[in-house]
């Protein structure tokens, strides 16, 4: 039979061995290309490979950036190149407050690369045996000191900068404890300024750093180049001060101060306070001429007031000893205790006297009237005439002669005995007002009223029939109000 090779029909035993072992024959030359041609191509890879790894042992990475600059593929030869270019055309630009700016270029403070180990350390970072991870990843490198310069030249530009004119320069101020605030109700902060003031180590300071990595541009109030205030908003010494001035002007004490409002509150604490540094006080002096002045504003003790008599006319009388009159001392000092307590509370002052209703009229509508010139009396209860009588009152002649005014009564008591000069007279009832002088039965007159006072009168006193004297008794009490005229 005919054997043909790409035949696949068999038809004798002996032919079909040789088919199969021609078969395997074609399968191992298939084989053997394969092996060839991967043999090839590990090998130019590996060529390529160890090729970059020669080349890269004196090149820069792919993606490499050194400040900033791209450095790929470059030689250290040739990275120094451009830098020192880079450096002869290097200018930093320096911005201050206020649109304040100014240069400094690299021939003015003789700036120079800085041939040192930190770019052979940046070379030694990326190993050659790994120069394909570049393609995948990039290294950026930041050399703190790449650039020096001359030190003189660089002071002497610094100084000449225009942050330095005097124009230029705002100090800085101090936060501080303003005046009390009406609004806030309290003491508040005056916050510090930081002014324009350079401080001249942090400015050399920042600039050498920004010089010596060949910054572009640097901001002297982002990196505190301006003096700062000594004390700031929240400085602790402050803040304590500030505590301690709004505990006394949280006080507000509302007085009653013979039925006029007078207000003491922060306001007016405020100016009674005395700051000496850390310490705080109430000025006692002025909370005692506070007092002093209101006192003499309300008081009516001791003043002359309007009267209306019985008989229709409209008198000036002097207050011997009547009306409302202001403890000065004691109310001084409870004041100042409240508002060191931080009080809020409403009270009336301390009186060493009162009159018998509050305000200017303190007379009020129940007191005894006496007409010393007709001799003749009236007691009032509630705007009332409830008793009506004539008197003696003293001998004028002798100069005895009963003072006008308005008074209080000092006190009553019955089974009196009246001791003067040459005399010592008891009566059953004893109503005194002025010192010595005082309302009292006169059992040993017969009559009252009239012309007896001028040649015939008393020691001063208001000599009364007996019933009328009791019955005035039963209506009087501490105080009352007892108004002489002529």
């Not at 270019?85 to 206020?98: A, F, P, T």
Request: charged share 30%; hydrophobic share 35%; proline share 2%.
């Amino acid at each position: 039979m005919e054997n043909v090779e790409n035949d696949v029909t068999v038809t004798d035993e002996k032919e079909g061995k040789g088919y199969t072992e021609k078969k395997k024959t074609v399968k191992k030359r298939k084989w053997g290309k394969r092996i060839l041609v991967c043999t090839i191509f590990i090998s130019l890879l590996l060529l390529t490979y160890l090729s970059s790894v020669y080349y890269f042992s004196g090149h820069y990475f792919y993606k490499t950036r050194i400040n900033g600059e791209d450095c790929s593929f470059l030689t250290d030869s040739e990275v120094r190149s451009r830098i020192n270019k880079k450096i002869s055309l290097y200018e930093l630009k320096i911005v201050g407050k206020d649109g304040v700016t100014d240069t400094i270029c690299a021939g003015d403070i003789g700036l120079r690369f800085m041939y040192d180990e930190s770019l052979m350390k940046v070379r030694e970072s990326e190993n050659p045996f790994l120069w394909f991870t570049a393609f995948f990843t990039g290294y950026d490198f930041e050399l703190a000191d790449v650039a020096d310069y001359d030190a003189d030249l660089f002071e002497q530009r610094v100084k000449n900068l225009v942050f330095y004119d005097r124009v230029n320069i705002k100090k800085a101020k101090n936060a501080y404890i303003g005046d009390y605030s009406e609004t806030e109700g309290a003491f508040v902060i005056v916050e510090e300024e930081a002014g324009s003031e350079p401080d001249d180590h942090k400015m050399m300071e920042v600039l050498s750093e920004k010089l010596k990595s060949l910054q572009e541009v640097v901001y002297l109030e982002r990196e505190g180049c301006y003096k700062q205030a000594d004390i700031i908003r929240n400085d602790s010494d402050l803040i304590k001060e500030l505590d301690i001035l709004n505990s006394y002007v949280t006080a507000k004490i509302t007085y009653d101060w013979n039925g006029e409002t007078e207000v003491v509150d922060g306001s007016l604490i405020s100016e009674w306070l005395i700051r000496d540094g850390d310490d705080v006080s109430l000025d006692e002096e002025k909370v005692k001429e506070y007092v002093a002045e209101k006192a003499k504003e309300h008081d009516t003790y001791g003043k002359d007031r309007s009267f209306t008599t019985t008989d229709g006319r409209t008198l000036e009388l002097k207050s011997g000893g009547f009306g409302w009159k202001t403890a000065r001392q004691e109310t001084t000092e409870e004041l100042l205790a409240a508002i060191q307590n931080g009080e809020v509370t409403q009270k009336e002052p301390i009186y060493s006297c009162t009159g018998a209703q509050k305000g200017k009229d303190d007379v009020g509508s129940s007191y005894v009237e006496i007409d010393l010139g007709t001799q003749h009396l009236y007691l009032y209860i509630e705007g009332e005439i409830v008793l009506e009588s004539d008197l003696v009152s003293g001998n004028v002649q002798r100069g005895w002669t009963t003072p006008p005014g308005v008074f209080g009564l000092t006190y009553k008591t019955k089974k009196a005995v009246l001791t003067g000069q040459n005399y010592k007279t008891p009566v059953d009832y004893w109503m005194p007002f002025n010192g010595n002088i005082g309302m009292h039965d006169a059992t040993w007159r017969s009559s009252f009223g009239g012309d007896i006072y001028l040649t015939n009168g008393s020691h001063g006193c208001i000599n009364l029939p007996y019933d009328a004297a009791a019955q005035i008794y039963e209506y009087m009490s501490d105080g009352f109000p007892v108004v002489c005229y002529y």
